[in-house]
């Protein structure tokens, strides 16, 4: 569509008056994701969205919004580029320089919380080394298939779940199926800087002045994979399906004291009635409170990364140090001699065995 512009010429009657064609713009057409919102949104107009209950319209309008989240997020990597620096990638060292010579232009997928988009990046090869990405290190892509948010979720879902669980989970959210296998791969990963993380870190700042610990066994069941033969024999009484291996759990935190008297710690334990909050006030909340385990270490090792962890705490040894255990002598003989502290007998451990 064209409009006319009438232009008068200076010092000329209105009769020699010029008519220049002028185009409009052309409307640039939509993009994949404006598009597919516009779907959306059709679609939640319809008549046939209007009959539906809205437990459905929820569900679908989360596949569809999910769908138009994704081309959103495709749009944005393609205008990151493709990582091309030229015809040529120079490799800086201390003493040299390397240049790799030969591009390649790939696409890869990555799978999101969004879904899976396509990632076409440039890259550099040479002769006897692996190929260099500049994309990669621009967008910081992880070395597996998923993004790292994805696999940040997938991580905390499969410490508080089982990994088949988990793994459902996240499909349900995000519409991205992964295999156990991938998310046992991704734990393992993520257990590698356990150790590293905690000793970088810098004390905590804590008023309480009783620094507590606590070191106890935990069986874990041990499940044997589905390939491994079975025992054609039958069980005796008392022998379980999976042998249990023990793990070490530890915990250090700070706490305040709270002074109480016999009849109240008895009082706690067995209640007849629920108490007012004049009778019984609430107890002090633990401060910093770290929890680890280890099915690998032994009770020795568990125990000294303990006492640097409570060396870290408490360096000038100013506040009052104690340990929690329970009724097996040979681990409080083993936490008193690391440790030095007062041992203190868990109350609750004991009475399972009277």
């Known amino acids: 569509m064209s409009t006319a512009t009438i232009t008068p010429l200076p010092c000329c009657p209105a009769s020699q008056l010029r008519i220049v064609e002028t ?9 994949p994701a404006a598009y597919e919102f516009a779907l959306l949104e059709t679609w939640l107009a319809s008549s046939r969205a209007l009959q539906l209950p809205l437990h459905q319209i929820e569900c679908q309008q989360q596949d569809r919004g999910r769908e138009v989240q994704r081309l959103l997020l495709q749009a944005h990597l393609q205008h990151r580029g493709q990582g091309d620096v030229g015809p040529a990638l120079c490799v800086q060292r201390e ?18 919380v ?3 988009v396509q990632v076409v990046r440039m890259g ?10 500049p994309l990669d290190q621009t967008l910081v892509l992880p070395a597996r298939s998923f993004s790292y948010e994805l696999q940040r979720r997938l991580v905390k879902a499969a410490v508080q779940n089982p990994f088949h669980e988990s793994v459902a ?4 959210l995000t519409g991205v199926a992964v295999s156990k296998r991938s998310l046992e791969e991704m734990l393992r990963d993520a257990a590698q800087d356990f150790d590293a993380f905690y000793q970088q870190r810098s004390p905590e700042t804590a008023t309480s002045a009783v620094l507590v610990a606590a070191v106890d066994g935990k069986g874990i069941p041990m499940v044997k994979p589905g390939g491994a033969p079975q025992p054609a024999v039958r069980r005796t009484k008392g ?8 793990a070490t759990v530890a915990t250090v935190f700070t706490r305040a004291p709270w002074v109480r008297t016999p009849q109240q710690v008895v009082e706690s334990l067995f209640r007849t009635c629920r108490p007012s909050a004049a ?11 770290r929890v680890w385990a280890s099915l690998l270490k032994g009770k020795t090792a568990v125990i000294q990364e303990v006492a640097q962890e409570m060396q870290r705490r408490d360096p000038g040894v100013v506040k009052t140090r104690v340990a929690l255990s329970d009724g097996e002598r040979a681990l409080q003989i ?3 001699r690391t440790l030095h502290v007062t041992l203190i007998l868990d109350l609750l451990h004991v009475l399972e065995k009277l």
Request: glycine share 6%; net charge positive; aromatic share 8%.
């Open 23 to 31: 185009s409009s713009p052309t409307p640039a057409a939509p993009t």
């Open 95 to 112: 003493d040299s320089e390397t240049w790799y010579t030969h591009r390649r232009l790939g696409t890869g997928s990555l799978k999101t």
């Open 114 to 116: 969004f879904g899976t």
């Open 124 to 133: 550099y090869s040479r002769t006897g080394a692996p190929s260099i990405y």
């Open 169 to 172: 989970a996240i499909a349900d």
């Open 239 to 246: 022998q379980k399906a999976n042998r249990k291996r023990m």
């Open 279 to 289: 009778d019984s006030p609430a107890p002090p909340r633990p401060e910093n409170k």
């Open 334 to 336: 083993l936490v008193e």
